[in-house]
């Protein structure tokens, strides 16, 4: 049994579940929500997040074992298929209510994004348009915190705008580790056709543009601090394609640090996310 939910645990994608699910609690407080409705909002992405996370294993069971991924609890054995497939299936069931429970806009436009992650997991990922889900997820976790305020305002256009971008690079950063193995399996997203070294060099692109769009897009001149944002953005960025020889998964984790440093620039200067 401690078996099974360990082997859950592993195969939900746990790293991004955190992170995902942390930057959008955070969101969530720099727009002024109460702790109930940040506590709601947390659930939601959690639930949304964890079904994404075990559909992908589930569904890539048989490529993660001919490509000997030992790392993937489905295809070394440790579960089985079906439970995870159940695990999916069962977040998805509490996610529907708990995001529409944040408020009809506010719902829709995160079970939109749900379903674009569902559709990376069973088809987009092989196909030149794999960025697009991982744009809208994370353009929609602004919308889902601002939609969900009293009135349902509007997110502001910049704050989706650095989701996106912020989004395309998480795809690209979380790609790249594995291009060569999913190669060998068919699969042919956009870093795959890019290739990995004209994906390496465009991974910064999206990263330092979201932190300028943010430093830039706000009414009004920038704080002098806020100007070192972009460049800073930049730094992590190259940092983590400096390390990933040796940590695989540093440039993703460079890319969530961005992520990080931008809701920590919305939360230091106030300017919310409408
Ligand atoms: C807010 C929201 C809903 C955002 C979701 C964005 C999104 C499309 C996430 C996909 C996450 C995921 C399971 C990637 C695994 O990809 P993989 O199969 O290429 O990598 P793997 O081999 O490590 O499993």
Redo the contacts with the bound molecule.
Sequence with gaps: MLGVGRALVLSC?PG?VVA?TTLTLALAVTAGHGVGRCLLLTAA?LT??LS??WC??AY?ARR?AVNG?RD?PVAAGTVGQGTVWRAAFGALALCVPLSLACGALAGTA?LI??G??WA??LRL?ATPLSWL??AI??A??PALVSLSLPGSPWPAWWVVTAGALL?VGA?LA??LP?IRA?LATGVRGLPHRLGATRSRLLLPVPLVAASAVLTLGPQGQPAAGALLLPPAAGAVAVAGLLLDRRHTKAPFVAAVAVAALDVGLLTAHGTGVT
């Design positions: 994608h991004p995902v992405v949304g997040q994404v996370g992908n294993d890539d993660d991924r993937k995160h994004a749900v674009a992650a990376y997991n990922k889900p991982y997820g994370f929609s976790l989004g795809h979380d790609v594995d999913d």
